[in-house]
């Protein structure tokens, strides 16, 4: 029998102790005064000769996640969302009973006491127990103390044993929490709606994804799990609603990577009478007001780069980045050979008959993305790769389209919405002639999402913003996994 199954065994051993003495090792509930949080936050200020001058006291639980027994006294360190608080158990206090009860907790159990508050020799916070509680048997043992859960592939499969053994992974889903309530509020105070749309298309739409295929046995028809919301938001300003947002789920069958999850979250918003230039500004105000409203100014680290997000920010268009950014002759702009020979220089494989507008996305991605690490929009668009943007006035080979990167990463994809119909469906026919070439990601054809153009939709103004990237950006993460509590992952043949 291995090491782990030996700690099992004796768990379970006892848990049956605990029965044999009437407690039940799997409690009901058990009604707190206090957060731990609370109480350190609350009486930690407090000196020992003020605890004794007015005693306080109160109840609180949490996991056992250090014990150290001294004879008739003991020190148990409770923890509870990430933080932490030391509780006295002493023999005397608690009587014959209770205590014996305590000699049986094992690291990873749960209990609630009631009790006062007063100050070690060593000046530590503490609980002197007057009432234990046993409230949930811990049947396996944590993570070994002294060095915590550290494999990245245990920590992302089993989330609940790393904020367990890592206090400080709790901070991070409060930020991300922090920061999407922070999104709510400053859209509905600029009179956006926030609505939901389905999750399930009948056409998949709204981006140029490879969509996972679902079937629903009733109706007898194949469905797709949404890569955006975008059409079907549109439809609504088609139906009348001026300024409309979603946050939610988007799922592209696609690779998994430090920014890449087939399941992510998304936030997208629609305003009528604007176009890409409103949303720019706004994109700006949104980005500093979350900064300074998460992480206390304007100015962020991320991975080692001083980020500053206070407006204005840059803005270059997409050709002349790749000439300006990427140091690459203007030739590549217009002529092909040029534009393969730049790519084999740069050691960027391509198909044999790639097209021009995609060996300039590679050169753009490979030379010029890697450098917008201060935000960035990245405007005017090609066309060709921009099925959903309106035309540019000036030059409709390109569309009024934007991109924000910040960090070497893009984080939102915003334009000036196409309302012509007919310019609509002339797109999506060419976007599905490039899927019967062979593009899994290209447009299908959306026949109601036309006629709903038809009925008319205003100017209108529309942008995606990954919540993931930006809940990295503003928490310093490295990577997606570390934002998100349960990730994707490669199946597990070892459990």
């Given at each position: ?369 890697p450098t917008l690490i201060q935000p960035t929009f990245i405007t005017d668009f090609p066309i060709e790769i921009s099925p959903l943007a309106r035309k540019k006035e000036t030059n409709p080979a390109l569309t009024d389209r ?94």
């Amino acid at each position: 029998m291995d090491e782990l199954n030996e700690q099992q065994q004796q768990r379970l051993e006892k848990l049956h102790q605990l029965q044999e003495k009437g407690v039940r090792p799997f409690g009901t509930s058990f009604p707190t005064t206090h957060t731990l949080d609370a109480i350190v936050q609350t009486y930690d200020s407090l000196t020992k000769e003020e605890l004794e001058a007015t005693p306080i006291t109160c109840t609180v639980a949490g996991r056992i996640m250090a014990m150290r027994r001294f004879g008739k006294a003991a020190f148990a360190g409770l923890q509870e969302e990430g933080h932490r608080l030391q509780v006295y158990l002493k023999k005397d206090v608690l009587g014959d009973h209770a205590y014996e009860l305590s000699q049986t907790f094992d690291l990873g159990d749960w209990i609630g006491v009631e009790g006062r508050l007063f100050r070690t020799k060593t000046d530590e916070l503490t609980v002197e127990v007057h009432t234990l509680t046993f409230l949930t048997k811990g049947l396996r043992p944590l993570p070994e103390k002294w060095h915590g859960l550290t494999d990245i592939e245990t920590r992302y499969r089993q989330r609940y044993v790393d904020l367990i053994a890592n206090p400080t992974v709790h901070q991070v889903f409060r930020m991300r929490s922090r920061i999407i309530s922070s999104i709510r509020t400053f859209l509905t105070d600029r009179d956006f709606l926030e609505v939901e749309t389905p999750m399930m298309h009948p056409i998949p739409g709204g981006a140029t994804a490879r969509p996972f295929v679902t079937h629903h046995n009733t109706l007898s028809v194949d469905l797709y799990l949404r890569v955006a919301p975008e059409l079907y938001l549109k439809r609504l300003i088609v139906g009348g609603f001026r300024r409309v947002f979603e946050i939610n789920r988007n799922f592209r069958n696609e690779g998994i990577s430090t920014i890449h999850n087939p399941e992510f979250t998304m936030l997208e918003f629609y305003q009528a009478y604007a176009d890409y230039q409103d949303l720019m500004v706004l994109t700006e105000q949104l980005f500093h007001q979350l900064s300074l409203d998460v992480c206390g100014s304007a100015t962020v680290d991320y991975q080692g780069q001083s980020i500053n997000l206070a407006p204005p920010w840059t803005r270059l268009s997409y050709l002349d980045s790749i000439v300006e950014l990427g140091k690459l002759d203007k030739a590549v702009l217009s002529k092909h050979d040029q534009a393969i020979k730049a790519a084999k220089s740069l050691g960027i494989a391509m198909p044999p008959k790639a097209s021009h507008i995609d060996l300039l996305v590679a050169l753009f991605e490979e030379t010029v993305e890697p450098t917008l690490i201060q935000p960035t929009f990245i405007t005017d668009f090609p066309i060709e790769i921009s099925p959903l943007a309106r035309k540019k006035e000036t030059n409709p080979a390109l569309t009024d389209r934007f991109e924000l990167f910040i960090g070497g990463r893009e984080l939102a994809n915003g334009f000036s919405e196409l309302n012509d119909p007919i310019d609509q469906r002339q797109r999506f026919e060419a976007q599905v002639t490039l899927r019967d070439a062979g593009d899994e990601e290209a447009h299908y054809l959306d026949e109601d999402f036309i006629r709903a153009l038809e009925y008319g939709m205003p100017p209108t103004a529309g942008e995606g913003i990954g919540i993931d990237r930006l809940v990295m950006l503003l928490t310093n993460q490295a990577s997606i996994r570390d934002v998100i509590l349960f990730p994707q992952l490669r199946p597990d043949h070892t459990s």
